[in-house]
């Protein structure tokens, strides 16, 4: 503000009006007329009142108020005055910012030198990766295994993923740095175990430890920071049906027979059964509730009975409809949504996903009405109050539990789906043909799909990657003689890992599998799957 403005309000109280002849605010832009242009300015970071109006604030109670602005606002605000100006570029103000969009959340606000430029540089990078997912614009890898024989499961955690094969190996892959060399992760043997090692069933990861569940009932766990030899093993005596572990910490579930262990290491690290749960029937799913205080929680479905296993009260029952088998399950921090499936007597009440609540164990929620059997939900990965489901019916459902009502329903697989994944504007699907499609949740359109053999078990993606696994069902393939020396040539037999990297900029035509990018020099390809072969001319 000019100096003679100044003085003259000094002269009537730094709240009165100006004196009169004096300018009452300044021009846009900052600028000062007249004879007041020639007193000094003050600098920008010495600026201790903001003139609002008819008077004056406090620096620090006008950035209070600026703090209720947006971006746009901001802009606005940035154009009056060159002290608002000041004001409106304040690193506190775009720092707050860049928290509320969710960008650099762990960084302090002296990390950075100008947080405005580096909110415009982290909405730039996300339009780009949105761009490229919705034109799938990238690079594509197979994480494949040779000495692995047949896949047997996939699960991944934040780029690494883990794979378990019929030859008993277990593999890391780290798709965050391609010049990882991924470890086979090896089982800890006993001195009785001279046979042919069994295959692997399940195989789960989190940010820190690493389980399997092998056919023979061992169960393996392994430190991603220690090295491949495992911290601790554990015998079922029977078949595990299911293996379950934590999304954070070092909690172990598995489901063998009728008895659900859980495993957890003490306060000396020492790892110790935690918990044995003795249950009616065969578990089919087993989950174990995120972010829990003091002793796990796990969530098992049994045939038609929905089982909340805590240490107070082991045998409670969450849900129990005779002749309503349980056909899918996820759980949450406070909630289970399980799909249902109508049978016999109860054939006119259609399939639904039900949600309950996990403190009161009440029914919140009746969601769908299909004829077909809801085969995937996904309720811990999706956005707030948003559950996306997939069914046999072939349908991708997108619900908002404020609602009863699917959002939206899509549809494009030819048989049923059996992986769903959704974020606030995508959806990621995966069919038992073999079919991967994305999609946008709020025109309700398919962008694109990638198709290979075995159905697809397990989707995983972020801002810039994602993750698909085609599994075989057939673990034995019928005139597969998995013993001969050439190993490629049983490949289509063994499943698949696809890794897809969208923060790449690649060509249009580098986008696609790397079969699909030969030229015509090369006259020879797979025959066992005619659509990757072109532009082949001799099959």
């Known amino acids: 503000m000019p100096q003679a403005i100044r003085d003259s309000r000094e002269h009537n109280g730094a709240l009165g009006p100006p004196a009169p002849g ?51 606002e901001l802009g606005r605000c940035a154009q009056v005055s060159r002290s608002w100006k000041v004001l409106a570029e304040d690193e506190v103000l775009w720092y707050r910012l860049c928290q509320q969009d969710g960008y650099l959340l762990g960084s302090s606000i002296a990390a950075r030198s100008c947080w405005k430029l580096v909110l415009k540089d982290c909405r730039a990078r996300e339009c780009t990766l949105r761009t490229n997912w919705k034109n799938r614009i990238g690079a594509v890898s197979q994480l494949q295994y040779e000495l692995g024989k047949i896949l047997c499961d996939v699960h991944s955690c934040d780029g690494v993923v883990i794979a378990g094969y019929t030859s008993g190996d277990v593999r890391l892959w780290d798709t965050r740095a391609w010049d990882y060399m991924a ?19 399940f195989v789960r990861i989190n940010s820190a430890l690493a389980a399997a569940a092998y056919e023979d009932g061992t169960v393996s766990i392994w430190s991603l920071m220690v090295g491949r030899e495992p911290i601790h093993r554990y015998q079922h ?39 044995t749960f003795e249950i009616q029937k065969l578990v089919n799913f087993l989950n174990l509730v995120p ?16 089982y909340l296993l805590k240490s107070p009260d082991p045998g409670k029952v969450l849900h129990s409809v005779y002749g309503q088998p349980i056909t899918c399950l996820d759980v949450s ?27 009161t164990s009440q029914c919140l929620k009746k969601l769908g009405n299909s004829l077909g059997d809801f085969s995937c939900v996904n309720l811990q990965d999706s956005p707030p109050n948003m559950l996306v489901t997939g069914n046999k019916d072939r349908r991708v459902r997108v619900y908002d ?15 049923g789906v059996s992986a769903v994944r959704m974020d606030d504007w995508k959806v ?13 949740q709020r025109m309700g359109t398919k962008l694109w799909e990638m198709h290979a053999r075995h159905p697809v078990r397990h989707v995983w993606f972020n801002s810039h990657s994602l993750i698909t696994a085609n599994v075989p069902d057939e673990k034995t393939p019928r005139g597969a003689s998995l013993t001969d020396d050439d190993l490629t040539a049983h490949r289509k037999h063994r499943g698949v890992i696809y890794a897809y990297e969208f923060s790449a900029e690649q060509l249009a035509g580098e986008s696609v599998l790397p079969i699909c990018r030969s030229s015509y020099d090369e006259v020879t390809g797979y025959n066992y799957n005619i659509s990757l072969t072109v532009p082949y001319d001799d099959i």
């Open 237 to 275: 005596n029977q078949r595990i049906q299911a293996l379950a572990l934590a999304s954070e910490g070092a909690v172990v579930a598995t489901a063998s027979g009728f008895e659900v262990k859980v495993e957890s290491p003490n306060d000396r690290g020492f790892w110790q059964t935690t918990e």
């Open 333 to 359: 921090a406070s909630e289970a949504a399980f799909g249902v499936k109508s049978f016999g007597w109860l054939l006119n009440e259609p399939n639904q996903i039900l949600l309950y609540n996990l403190e």
């Open 401 to 415: 539990l404020r609602q009863s009502e699917a959002l939206c329903s899509l549809h494009g697989h030819p048989l």
């Open 22 to 72: 004096a300018e009452s605010r300044e021009p846009r832009g900052g600028g000062a007329g007249g004879a007041a242009s020639a007193a000094p300015r003050a600098p920008q970071n010495e600026i201790n009142e903001v003139p609002f109006f008819d008077i004056q604030l406090p620096y620090e109670l006008a950035l209070k108020i600026f703090q209720y602005l947006g971006k746009a």
């Open 428 to 440: 990621v699907s995966g069919g038992e043909e073999g079919l991967v499609c994305v999609w946008d």
């Open 291 to 306: 972010d829990v205080m003091g002793s796990p929680v796990t969530v098992a479905a049994a045939g038609d009975v929905v």
């Open 183 to 201: 470890p086979v992760l090896e089982p800890l043997r006993g001195p009785d175990d001279t046979g042919a090692p069994p295959h692997v069933s």
